[in-house]
């Protein structure tokens, strides 16, 4: 899975900005992403401590970009360029410079201004902390009513690499008919940056019709919503687990589904199900789990785990630049 997406960023390079430069993980990450030379990293925090942290741990992070939001030479256009974004709220200079002094805000603004191409953070705060000011900045993209998310399965099986994309396993809780049709959209599309070739099942207790209940109906109806959106997509719904993924048991539940049997892009109808459906497939179908990969803004800009370790940093930053 990585190979193709290293590739792609070895023809097109991309620059990613770290806000927690100083942190161990994220300095052995960004050496490793150095010495491959597919990506350009920045690190935000003070270069003394950040050169001093990498130094005791052995990291050579030469040929990144240390950027010190306490003395970055751009600041006054990076103040100006909040305050104009966030004119409608009234923010004032020393309200923007109070919030560019954080590495969260500091680090998105250099996004916003092109001078980085994706962010990834959270290493050491929580994921609302790396979501906020994406939305408040970056913002959803033309169309897009929400941020969502979904996570990257990956396991060998039987000499290939076997993947699915799940979604949303953590932004929406309770998402609606036309959420649900717009986290399809944006799962459908992160699937095919990974080389999938999707074949999306709504989930749901019931499989076409088998079930009633007004759960039933918002899997049910978003499906529809989602393949009149989609026509070109391989889409069906509402299904149950068991015949999204089993042949057999689609034969007989749903013997006419383009997708039942053979679905590897799993939309799942709210947080509950996803979050929980992900870690028993990650738990004990023996799969990686890679993300949640932020849906749906303008920019690449993805969250870590607080116990993430440094080779989860650099899987990630892998897949935020290829994002871009």
Known sequence: MFDKLIQTLKNAPKTIVFTEGNDPRILEASAK????????PILVGSEEEILGVAKKNGFNVEGATIIDPANYDKM?????????????????????????????????????????????????????????PALQIIKTKPGNSIVSSC????????????????????????PTEDQLVEIAEETIKCAKIFGMDPKTAFLSYSSLGSGKGEDVDKVRNACAKAKEKMPEEAIDGELQFDAAVSPEVARTKCPDSPVAGYANTFIFPDINAG?????????????????????????????????????EVYSMAIITAALA
């Open 275 to 311: 979050n929980i459906g992900y870690k028993i497939a990650q738990r004990l179908g023996g799969f990686d789990a890679y993300g949640p990969v932020l849906l749906g803004l303008n920019a690449p800009i993805n969250d870590l785990s607080r116990g993430c370790n440094a080779e």
């Open 33 to 40: 992403i150095l010495q491959d030379d597919f990506l350009k």
């Open 76 to 132: 006054d256009e990076m103040i100006d360029t909040l305050c104009e974004l966030r004119k409608k709220k009234g923010l004032t200079r020393e309200d923007a410079a109070r919030m560019l002094s954080q590495a969260n805000y500091f680090g998105t603004m250099l996004v916003k201004m092109g001078y980085a191409d994706a962010l990834l953070g959270g290493a050491t705060y929580s994921t609302a902390d790396t979501v906020r």
């Open 151 to 174: 996570f990257i399965l990956s396991r060998e099986k039987d000499g290939n690499n076997e993947l699915l994309a799940m979604g949303d396993c953590a932004i929406n809780i309770d």
